[in-house]
């Protein structure tokens, strides 16, 4: 359902942000835009998200924006692609998730809605037509088993679950926080970082960790560890874990304290696992921080062993302020990084999936800006951005193409 009164009185509230508008307006929606995005608005210390349709990412005349176009969306939510649904994932105490699809004539709605005990914090595609997800308890308190469930990608309906796998042992050192899942070669990978759900100290940072489970009965096959570098990923960023297109998994070990860290005891780096393989491949690290001096936030594998990342430019960054970020394209293969150029240093959005799409050799996010923020197209072969569309929002949630 659209609620464009109640856009009309969000855009009151942040004022200078967004342009005003008429209380009979109606809907400007076009039918068929094939990009979509999710905004975050802002308003006394509230955030509301609207799911927009767009023609165009590189706009130069107007905006994009939520005036008579979307659908609304309360509470935290956190946006995720599969196939030709985008799905909204609740977080922050919301424990439901909905898919958004196209109906018939063109129009984006918001179809299904499955409801879980506590936020899933593990989503990821099988195959074409499902996702895995995984829901963990907050706290020892609450109980001591996973939950996994299949999630139907078209119909959205939940087709399969299981609530016999023990968490045991992700909580060996303390209570584990998923920072991401994969499917790859018939097994679930999760990796997780272990945290003090009452201080968030991560004393046990100096490892990386991958719990791995078959799939679909999910039962626990072992645990992959690994000292050259530490926890993979981090907090709420589901950032830990991304597939290639040979089905290998690559790993990415955050461990910065401007990401959810307590410590940064080891470089941030990538290590690999390849598909169906219960260890970490042992011919393969990157020393990502070696190389740089730098840490990577966040980042979307690309194909062709290429990914696209905002990194840290400064290691002495204050705690999860997640600030003073660059983009740059990393060659996982050749262990190289190159700097993009013409996007500015900038933040990011904190514990949040990755805004970020490519398609057609090119990468396009977008920025939060001095002036605003903008979409950022980068050429994937010579790394150089040009500054897109302005998106009158506090943020961007997620971005997509959607037939």
Request: aromatic residues 12%; hydrophobic residues 35%.
């Amino acid at each position: 359902m659209k609620h464009f009164i109640y856009i009309c009185i969000v855009i009151a509230a942040l004022g200078p942000l967004l342009a005003s508008c008429d209380s009979d307006m109606g809907s400007t929606e076009v039918p068929y835009q094939p990009y979509v995005m999710a905004l975050g608005i802002t308003a006394n210390n509230t955030t509301t998200y609207y799911v927009v349709n767009t023609a165009d990412l590189m706009r130069t005349e107007g905006t994009i924006n939520a005036l008579g176009n979307g659908i609304e969306q309360t509470g935290y939510r956190d946006y995720q692609q599969a196939g030709q649904t985008v799905f909204s994932i609740g977080g922050m105490g919301v424990t439901s998730a909905t898919g958004v699809q196209r109906d018939a004539d063109g129009f984006i709605q918001e179809r299904g809605r499955f409801v879980f005990n506590d936020t899933p914090i593990g989503f990821c595609q099988v195959d074409d037509h499902h996702m895995a997800a995984l829901e963990l308890p907050t706290s020892t308190s609450k109980g001591g088993r996973l939950t996994f469930y299949t999630v139907d990608i078209n119909t959205l309906e939940l087709t399969n679950k299981v609530t016999t796998t023990p968490v045991a042992p992700m909580d060996t050192h303390d209570w584990p926080y998923v920072t991401g899942m994969e499917y790859a070669g018939g097994h679930l990978y999760v990796s997780y970082e272990p945290m003090n759900p009452n201080t968030f100290a991560s004393d046990y940072a100096d490892t990386a960790f991958v719990a791995v489970y078959s799939y679909p009965d999910c039962q626990f096959r072992g645990l992959i560890k690994d000292v050259r570098f530490g926890n993979i990923g981090s907090w709420n960023a589901f950032n830990g874990l991304q597939k290639d297109e040979h089905g290998d998994l690559y790993a990415m070990s955050n461990t910065s304290m401007a990401n959810g860290f307590s410590q940064s005891p080891t470089h941030c780096g990538f290590l690999r696992i390849k598909a169906g393989q219960l260890q970490f491949d042992p011919t393969y690290a990157f020393d990502f921080e070696a190389l740089t001096g730098q840490k990577v936030a966040h980042w979307l594998y690309l194909g062709g062993g290429k990914a696209f990342a905002e990194v840290t430019t400064r290691l002495d960054a204050p705690a999860w302020s997640d600030a003073d970020l660059k983009c740059c394209i990393i060659d996982l293969v050749n262990k190289t990084s190159t700097d993009v150029a013409g996007i500015p240093v900038h933040n990011g959005n904190g514990g949040r999936r990755f805004a970020c799409f490519s398609e057609n050799g090119f990468v396009y996010t977008p920025i939060a800006t001095a002036d605003g923020v903008y979409i950022y197209r980068t050429d994937i072969a010579t790394a150089k951005a040009q500054r897109g569309a302005r998106v009158e929002a506090s943020f961007v949630a997620g971005v997509f193409r959607v037939e």
